[in-house]
């Protein structure tokens, strides 16, 4: 009897570790799918800022992530991994890839201890990876990754303390992942302050709630000593956030919402849940200290999903400060799919369990259907800024069709318009604000490009004005729209007092190489290079017609418009 009650022990246990085996294979593959197809693509203007700093001295990568309102470790990472291998677009992503595919497997394993059960922990394992955030999270050269994952088991350490019966090594660890978790990133510290609000609201409960907010609220202070270093450079950043207003207003209150969108994995089971209670309820179940502890964790958890966004609205409506973007919520960002399943693992029959899981499952197919839909069916926010492109077509003339042009850049970087607290025209910022130049994509033969304003009517000091007059000519990089491009090339006339001709026009996405130089004022045929094809459009030279409000006159305007004639050949990528 006792070999027959061993041996089922341990075919239970094995049927057990080949479920969870395969979960992990199933939902590794799919991940992996989702996420190495997009390693190689062009890298962006934000990872561009990554790439410059991990290629730079160490000495200088405090300095350079701080240009860019960045906080330091993450790219100490970045400059460890472009030394053991060649800088490329997938080294500098493979950290964000090896974090993100950790992070389903986290929330798989953190969804299987909270209800004991492979199928929950196979479909939150597969929410996170088909979700759309995390796919664009872990194929970035970007700190969110990290934060993610740190969110998560920082999140997790608040939670398990929330319910009590916490030691010694669960504080510790949520003191550190705390401190890691700011010092990748600073917006991290939004969810900082969700739990010391969750914390203080547990202060007038009972006895046995206020000594466990006063621990966590001691951990919090420990975690802000801990981050005290970065205030005054975080106190720069908030001087200089009247330079963002283009980014836009959070808008209405119900703008959170919008943010909380990943909240459908959890609306159904809080749904669920509240009516299972209230059955409890009425059949008159006693409530004992295991019920009020897990019903203290929920408020936790219910804390870390809901707090973060609201905070950040709270502080982009009153302080000015744009932070109100998903990716400053991050380390959220799993939240949702936790709570589900810990609201899960306390249904109380096997009914409203089922249930919970169709209802989580149609939560994971309708938010990302919708993200789809909304992402031009792709799984990730489609990048549109091909910078490896137009460097490449760039340094790949010769002879007559290459010059030897100043080149002028215009990436839309906020500080190229010197916002207060930020130094100008020094070697360090122009390094800067012409970053994209300067790393991975190097320009052959070197070259010292020249940073210009965001504004459409941007100014140039009369050495570097001189310098393209000299030359005879200029190339323009523009980060934005075709039409853009053109209205630089007609501002660079207009400064420098003579008609000017656009010789060529390549467009890589949203980034523009343009060609300009001089001529007698002939109509000439300007060659517009595009991802469909190219054209031949009919454009007069950039003579000065500006209206008394200082933009191109309707006439001027008019020789912009894009012409009907069809592509003559493909253009080369």
Known sequence: MERDRGASAAGARRRRVARIALVCVS???LALSLRVPHLSESLWLDELHTAWVATGPFDQIARRAALGNQAPVYFVAEWLIARAATPSETTLRIASLVLGVALIAVTGFLAYHATRSTAWGFLAACAGAIDSHWVFYSVEARPYAAVQFLGLLHGALFVRQMRGGAGWAPRAAHVITGGLMFWFHYTASLLLAAEGVAALVLLVRSRRSRAIAASVVGQLILIGAIGSPALPHLAAIASRAPAWSELGAPGSPWKILDMLHGGAYAIPLLVIFVWDSILRQL???????SVRDARRSNWAALSVWIAPPVLA?????HAGVPIFMNRYVAAASAAPILLAARLAGQLDSALPRRIAVIAFACSTLYVNHVRLFQWNETPA???????RAMIHHLNRMRGEERRAYPILVRAGLIETDAPEGWARDTDESNAYLTFPLRSIYPLE????PIPIGNASDFTLPPAELALVAEAGGAWLVVRGPPR???DYAARLAELLGEPWRTVAHHVHGTVQLLRVEPINGEPVSVRVETATGVRTEARPSHRTRIRADGRPSARRRSWLRTSRRPSVRRASR
């Open 27 to 29: 939902c590794g593959s």
């Open 283 to 289: 059949r008159l179940t006693n409530e004992g200290d």
């Open 313 to 317: 609205w709270l502080v982009a409506r």
């Open 381 to 387: 926010p489609p990048r549109t800024e091909d910078w």
């Open 445 to 448: 033969p070197p070259a010292d």
């Open 484 to 486: 853009r491009g053109t």
